[in-house]
């Protein structure tokens, strides 16, 4: 493998039933079933294994009336992980359904936009239709993160290790950004949710959950710019992404997807 090649994997954990309407700005005229997964993702290469958000758990789960499929945890093992070994967490913003489960990752240090922490710690926390999709505990935990000297902040574009970058593209959360990985296939884009759905940055549409408009959709050509091709850019709870890419090993289909080898159609 060269030196800056990643294996990348999507680990499915949760998923939630809904309709259409629920997913677009404006709603949507089809009203047919559309319901969201929920991942976090793996990135395997020469500097070590490097995770992408950190999902909820059971409880959260439970609370938010969001189905936790497999724990986290049981992904990673899925794949040789252990999360106790994992030096590197990119957080992508801080709603609820990507930074729970806080002790899984007891080496990691937590990788974050400035002006993310800075938003759900600040004076939009104060009004409640800014602060729904956050959990004041997950906030606090990453605060606590921040004192134990376990945070490392970004502001923009910075490299995480050689072929992996975060991006700051805003929009659905003020401090969201996206990674770019290199891969055997060219530069693959994780968005998170800078589209939930392929549906979103192929029909330059809107998921209702935004903080600036203008920042999701310009995101969305922001995504394509980084990935080697539009197929290269993966949307962050999108059910299809599971039935476009292979499974990472046999037995694991539906669960963990490979997202560096080639889609079997689209
Ligand atoms: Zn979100
Ligand atoms: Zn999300």
Redesign the pocket.
């Known amino acids: 493998m060269s030196d800056d090649l990643h294996e990348v994997y999507a680990i499915r954990y949760g998923h939630h039933k809904r309709m259409s309407p629920a997913n677009f700005l404006g709603g949507d005229p089809h009203d047919v079933l559309q319901p969201?997964d929920?991942y976090v993702w793996a990135i395997v290469g020469p500097s070590g294994t490097i995770v992408l958000?950190t999902g909820f758990d059971e409880a959260m789960g439970q609370k938010r009336d969001r189905e936790m499929i497999k724990p986290v945890r049981d992904g990673l093992l899925a794949l040789g992980i252990a999360p106790e070994s994992v030096k590197t967490v990119i957080i992508?913003?801080l709603?609820y359904?990507?930074c729970g489960n806080y002790d899984l990752f007891p080496q990691a240090c937590y990788h974050l936009q400035d002006r993310e922490m800075a938003y759900a710690t600040g004076r939009c926390m104060c009004h409640q239709a800014l602060r729904l999709?956050f959990e004041v505990d997950d906030v606090v935990a990453m605060v606590r993160k921040v004192f134990a000297g376990r945070a490392c902040f970004h502001d923009g574009e910075d490299e995480i290790a050689p072929g992996v970058t975060v991006h700051h593209i805003g929009g659905?959360s003020k401090g969201l950004q996206s990674v770019r990985v290199k891969t055997r296939r060219g530069y693959v884009v994780l968005a998170?949710?800078a589209s939930?759905l392929y549906a979103h940055m192929d029909g330059g549409r809107v998921f209702p959950l935004t903080y600036n408009v203008e920042e999701v959709v310009e995101g969305y050509n922001t995504l394509r710019r980084l990935a080697s091709s539009p197929r290269h850019v993966v949307p962050?709870?999108d059910p299809l992404v599971l039935a476009r890419y292979p499974a990472a090993k046999p037995g694991l289909d539906g669960w963990v997807a490979r997202l560096d080898a080639e889609p079997k159609d689209a």
Do not use: M
Request: no cysteine; glycine share 6%; net charge negative.
């Open positions: 969201l929920f958000d992508s913003h709603h359904d990507h999709p659905h998170a949710d939930h962050g709870h």
